[in-house]
Each structure stands twice: as structure tokens, then as C-alpha cells.
């Protein structure tokens, strides 16, 4: 395994453990390959009686302990029922119910494994948390100091760097990530040559982070207060459907799907007051385009090493790690250097630059995008790169049309 760590003692290395084969093939490569003591976790994070049982929790439980017999580490289970309920998941019910698209699996990550988790590992006495995650971390200095940045993973099509986006600096110097330089056919290969060939072939888990395989509006449409409403035409105002069932639910860019019409309509946007929803017909539609929006939440991994890179006169600033807005405007240079943008998972990168709105360089900022990106959806990620590391992490607010 490339990329490897060198350690002064025999480190202890936690592993999240879900049954599939990256979490698999990550706990066999560092127990095969680094002279460290490997533990497994499960972690359960959905009660069972919010669906009257219908939760497979425990027989995902049996899956990795077996898993972990047949790599000889030791299994441990945790529980994050309260904190996945008020951090995650009651966060993105009270998101749809306000007409945003947040995004539950970032949301996972940044207050659940990589925190909530990450804390309870380490006070277990592990020194680092590993998962299956395909990315890298990569060491950095700045001004003589060793900090640790995100990593594209080797993989462009499996690249996870989306979800982890604003992971901080010292909590990613604890952090391994030991299929970074894989291939996804390659850690299947190598599940199959040490016998686990039942775990290479099982399905990819596409569900909803920690909660499983179910249709995810659906499942997050049974918490929502109002998820029908009506849905227009908006180039002519004419109503397409009235009390559509789901509407409410829709993503920006998503087909809506109406039924006995000559084209498909594609959202463009949501009004929870009056329960409408905008649409227009093909799904290229200049107005699902933007090359504008603003963003705030801004979660950076390392804010002084970002804005040495974007905005050189920050460099020796020693105020850029918190919120203060007491920086001049004199201070900074409003345009950022050019850097890249992705809005969904596995999208596609695109040329961008950020105007600063305020000193304050983690309140918010514009992002202004050389192409059109098609369905920018407030309440989703902008997660930013440049030079192959992945920056951080600021929530979409709102767009203006490419036109």
C-alpha cells in the first residue's frame, strides 16, 4: 500500500466497519501491511423503532463481526442514535421543509464519523481512525508548520473528497485512508485473492449514510410536514399539475415526471409558502444554469493554507481561523485566484473564482464559475479544489440564472 505512515510505536488504528468490501479491504490492508494494531467498529445510528423494526441493523452487526473473525481483530460496536437524530438526520428533514436540498451524507461525516465517532475512538486509546473512504491525505507545510490536507483519491470515478470536504487539518492527521491510491476493481481483486469473494461481489450500499438502502425521498417524505403542491409552467405560468404528490421533495434540475405531457419538465425552483413548484420543459434549459451563487457555512480543513493560496495579502494574517470581521477592507484582495467547484458528488469540476463579500473569510462568499453549472441547489455543498486538494466545504444559498 502506497503512501504509507511511519510510526515511532505500534499504533492502535480504529476502522469503521459497514460489511462492504472497501471497509473490508481497508481493515486487511493496514492489519497485512503496517505493523499496527487493527479494531473494527460497527456503528449503529438509526433506532430500529422509528420503522417498527424493519431496520436490518443487526444483521449488519452479525455481517462485520464475521468479517472481523475472519481478519482476526477485535469488533466493537458504538451508538450515535441521538446525535445522528439531531445533527443529521432532523437537520435535513427541517431542510426539505424549508425548500433546500441539504446534503445527509456530508452531514454524516462532518458530525458523525468524523467527529462524534472520531472523539470516542480516540479517548478508546486508538491513535488513528481509518475508513474505506477513497481519497487521500497529504501532508502540507505552511510558514514551517506540518499541517494535513484532503487528497484527491487515485480513482477519479470513485472519488469520496465531496463527503469529506472541511474534514479539519488535525483531525485529518489522525485519519487514514488506506484505499486512496486504489482502483475500485483493484480492491475487489484483492477481497477475492484473500477468499472474500462473496464480499467482492455483493452490491454497491447506495442508501442514505448509516440509515441503509431505501428510497431516500420517500424515507425522509415520511418526516416532512407538506411534501405535495402544485407545479406550473415558468415561461407561461399554466398549471401543469395540481397537488402533486412528492413535489414538495424535489431537487432543483430533478424531472418531475408529469404524466401526459409532450415534454419533460425539469424543476427550477420551490415556494413553500404558496406549495408551488416552477418547472420548465427539456433539461438543458438555460435558466437551470448558473455561473453565480453565493455560499455560506464555510468549513475550510485549513483556512490559513486556502487563503495563502487564494488570496496571497492573507498569508501572514494570523485572524483567518476564526470569525472575526475586524480586518479592514484594505486588508485583502476581494477576487480570489482561480480555483475549481464542484456542487454534487462526482460532478464535474469546474474553472471558478470567489469574491469575498466581507473580511470575514469564513462567513461567505460569491463564487463566480466560468461555464454554466446546471442545477445549482441552495442547500447542497460547493465543495472547492485546487491542485488536486480539496480545500473545504460552504453551503449553496442562492443562484442567478446563466442568462
Given at each position: 500500500?502506497?503512501?504509507?505512515?511511519?510510526?515511532?510505536?505500534?499504533?492502535?488504528?480504529?476502522?469503521?466497519?459497514?460489511?462492504?468490501?472497501?471497509?473490508?479491504?481497508?481493515?486487511?490492508?493496514?492489519?497485512?501491511?503496517?505493523?499496527?494494531?487493527?479494531?473494527?467498529?460497527?456503528?449503529?445510528?438509526?433506532?430500529?423503532?422509528?420503522?417498527?423494526?424493519?431496520?436490518?441493523?443487526?444483521?449488519?452487526?452479525?455481517?462485520?463481526?464475521?468479517?472481523?473473525?475472519?481478519?482476526?481483530?477485535p469488533c466493537h460496536r458504538v451508538e450515535f442514535i441521538p446525535e445522528y437524530w439531531n445533527d443529521v438526520f432532523m437537520p435535513t428533514v427541517v431542510g426539505y421543509e424549508q425548500g433546500i436540498t441539504?446534503?445527509?451524507?456530508?452531514?454524516?461525516?462532518?458530525?458523525?464519523?468524523?467527529?462524534?465517532?472520531?472523539?470516542?475512538?480516540?479517548?478508546?486509546?486508538?491513535?488513528?481512525?481509518?475508513?474505506?473512504?477513497?481519497?487521500?491525505?497529504?501532508?502540507?507545510?505552511?510558514?514551517?508548520?506540518?499541517?494535513?490536507?484532503?487528497?484527491?483519491?487515485?480513482?477519479?470515478?470513485?472519488?469520496?473528497?465531496?463527503?469529506?470536504?472541511?474534514?479539519?487539518?488535525?483531525?485529518?492527521?489522525?485519519?487514514?485512508?488506506?484505499?486512496?491510491?486504489?482502483?475500485?476493481?483493484?480492491?475487489?481483486?484483492?477481497?477475492?485473492?484473500?477468499?472474500?469473494?462473496?464480499?467482492?461481489?455483493?452490491?454497491?450500499?447506495?442508501?442514505?449514510?448509516?440509515?441503509?438502502?431505501?428510497?431516500?425521498?420517500?424515507?425522509?417524505?415520511?418526516?416532512?410536514?407538506?411534501?405535495?403542491?402544485?407545479?406550473?409552467?415558468?415561461?407561461?405560468?399554466?398549471?401543469?399539475?395540481?397537488?402533486?404528490?412528492?413535489?414538495?421533495?424535489?431537487?432543483?434540475?430533478?424531472?418531475?415526471?408529469?404524466?401526459?405531457?409532450?415534454?419533460?419538465?425539469?424543476?427550477?425552483?420551490?415556494?413553500?409558502?404558496?406549495?408551488?413548484?416552477?418547472?420548465?420543459?427539456?433539461?438543458?434549459?438555460?435558466?437551470?444554469?448558473?455561473?453565480?451563487?453565493?455560499?455560506?457555512?464555510?468549513?475550510?480543513?485549513?483556512?490559513?493554507?486556502t487563503m495563502s493560496q487564494l488570496f496571497q495579502p492573507f498569508a501572514n494574517h494570523t485572524n483567518l481561523s476564526s470569525t472575526s470581521t475586524s480586518t479592514s477592507s484594505s486588508s485583502y484582495r476581494?477576487?480570489?485566484?482561480?480555483?475549481?467547484?464542484?456542487?454534487?458528488?462526482?460532478?464535474?469540476?469546474?474553472?471558478?473564482?470567489?469574491?469575498?463579500?466581507?473580511?470575514?473569510?469564513?462567513?461567505?462568499?460569491?463564487?463566480?464559475?466560468?461555464?454554466?453549472?446546471?442545477?445549482?441547489?441552495?442547500?447542497?455543498?460547493?465543495?472547492?479544489?485546487?491542485?488536486?486538494?480539496?480545500?473545504?466545504?460552504?453551503?449553496?444559498?442562492?443562484?442567478?440564472?446563466?442568462?
Open positions: 500500500m502506497k503512501g504509507g505512515r511511519v510510526f515511532l510505536h505500534r499504533a492502535v488504528v480504529a476502522v469503521g466497519m459497514s460489511g462492504g468490501v472497501d471497509s473490508t479491504v481497508a481493515a486487511m490492508l493496514l492489519k497485512k501491511y503496517h505493523e499496527v494494531d487493527v479494531r473494527g467498529y460497527f456503528m449503529r445510528n438509526w433506532d430500529e423503532k422509528e420503522e417498527g423494526g424493519k431496520c436490518r441493523g443487526e444483521e449488519e452487526y452479525a455481517k462485520v463481526k464475521g468479517i472481523c473473525r475472519e481478519l482476526d481483530i441539504p446534503n445527509p451524507d456530508v452531514l454524516c461525516n462532518a458530525k458523525i464519523k468524523f467527529s462524534a465517532f472520531y472523539d470516542h475512538v480516540r479517548k478508546q486509546g486508538c491513535d488513528f481512525l481509518a475508513t474505506g473512504h477513497y481519497a487521500r491525505v497529504k501532508k502540507i507545510f505552511l510558514d514551517g508548520d506540518e499541517s494535513f490536507m484532503l487528497e484527491q483519491a487515485a480513482d477519479e470515478a470513485k472519488d469520496q473528497t465531496y463527503f469529506l470536504a472541511g474534514t479539519p487539518s488535525h483531525t485529518l492527521s489522525r485519519v487514514m485512508f488506506p484505499l486512496g491510491d486504489l482502483h475500485k476493481s483493484e480492491v475487489k481483486q484483492l477481497a477475492c485473492d484473500a477468499g472474500l469473494d462473496e464480499i467482492a461481489q455483493q452490491p454497491e450500499s447506495m442508501g442514505l449514510c448509516f440509515i441503509g438502502k431505501r428510497p431516500f425521498q420517500e424515507f425522509v417524505g415520511n418526516y416532512v410536514h407538506y411534501t405535495n403542491g402544485d407545479v406550473f409552467d415558468a415561461e407561461s405560468g399554466k398549471l401543469l399539475c395540481k397537488d402533486r404528490e412528492g413535489a414538495l421533495m424535489f431537487t432543483i434540475g430533478q424531472n418531475a415526471r408529469i404524466g401526459g405531457l409532450a415534454k419533460k419538465y425539469f424543476v427550477l425552483d420551490k415556494d413553500m409558502i404558496t406549495r408551488t413548484v416552477r418547472v420548465v420543459p427539456g433539461r438543458d434549459h438555460p435558466l437551470l444554469y448558473s455561473t453565480k451563487f453565493e455560499v455560506h457555512d464555510v468549513a475550510w480543513s485549513k483556512p490559513t493554507y476581494k477576487r480570489s485566484a482561480p480555483l475549481q467547484v464542484r456542487v454534487r458528488h462526482q460532478g464535474e469540476l469546474f474553472e471558478c473564482h470567489i469574491n469575498l463579500l466581507s473580511s470575514d473569510c469564513l462567513h461567505g462568499f460569491e463564487v463566480i464559475s466560468k461555464k454554466g453549472i446546471r442545477a445549482v441547489a441552495p442547500g447542497q455543498s460547493a465543495v472547492f479544489y485546487k491542485d488536486g486538494l480539496c480545500l473545504g466545504r460552504a453551503t449553496i444559498v442562492n443562484t442567478t440564472p446563466a442568462l
